[in-house]
T-cell receptor
Framework: AQTVTQSQPEMSVQEAETVTLSCTYD???????LFWYKQPPSRQMILVIR??????QNATENRFSVNFQKAAKSFSLKISDSQLGDAAMYFC??????????FGKGTRLHILP | DTGVSQDPRHKITKRGQNVTFRCDPI?????LYWYRQTLGQGPEFLTY????????KSRLLSDRFSAERPKGSFSTLEIQRTEQGDSAMYLC?????????????FGDGTRLSIL
């Protein structure tokens, strides 16, 4: 069974600064998808960024980028130029071959003005 | 694309009562998923449907829980004889098809509180 570990329950970053959220996972599959989801307080979970395991190039979406290290089974999220609207719970997620998402416990990100 | 819709947003009920939640997926999405999220945790998979067929149920889904997706459109999740431990956010998600990088789109969730 796959597992996803987020070792940082909470993090804080100054507005306009850069922050990196950590995620590691465990799997025996060679082909899979990884995601970062954002869940603002009392609001819908939305997809931030996705990565296909067979792609070596790290995914980038505007201010969000990942550092995907397949051998190390590491998938960190970097947020550049942090904005107040980035404050949320961030979940690292693994999509397995049975089409189920396994989520980490989340990292609560605070943005300091 | 109106998004995934869940109803109600909040449900407060007494222990022992039955509750039913509804999820309307994005139209033409074949897959529909139910997750449960407790405080401080990530969502946990409960069950999912391919059209009207329920393909898998998690061990988390006791016999007090039942889910249906008649006609492959909306889905309902019923909890019978609710217990304190059922208090959680119940999330519904839908996706276009099988195992792809097309992400699951989530609804706002139904927050269940058991008194």
């Amino acid at each position: 069974a796959q597992t996803v570990t987020q070792s940082q329950p909470e993090m804080s970053v100054q507005e306009a600064e850069t922050v990196t959220l950590s995620c590691t996972y465990d799997t025996s599959e060679s082909d899979y998808y990884l995601f970062w989801y954002k869940q603002p307080p009392s609001r819908q979970m939305i997809l931030v960024i996705r990565q296909e395991a067979y792609k070596q190039q790290n995914a980038t979406e505007n201010r969000f980028s990942v550092n995907f290290q397949k051998a190390a089974k590491s998938f960190s999220l970097k947020i550049s130029d942090s904005q107040l609207g980035d404050a949320a719970m961030y979940f690292c997620a693994y999509l397995n071959r049975d089409d189920k998402i396994i989520f980490g416990k989340g990292t609560r990100l605070h943005i300091l003005p | 694309d109106t998004g995934v819709s869940q109803d109600p947003r909040h449900k407060i009920t007494k222990r022992g009562q039955n509750v039913t939640f509804r999820c309307d997926p994005i139209s033409e999405h074949n897959r529909l998923y139910w997750y449960r999220q407790t405080l401080g945790q990530g969502p946990e998979f409960l069950t999912y449907f391919q059209n009207e067929a329920q393909l898998e149920k998690s061990r988390l889904l006791s016999d007090r829980f039942s889910a249906e997706r008649p006609k492959g459109s909306f889905s309902t999740l019923e909890i019978q004889r609710t217990e304190q431990g059922d208090s959680a956010m119940y999330l519904c998600a839908s996706s276009p098809g099988t195992y792809s990088n097309q992400p699951q789109h989530f609804g706002d969730g139904t927050r269940l509180s058991i008194l």
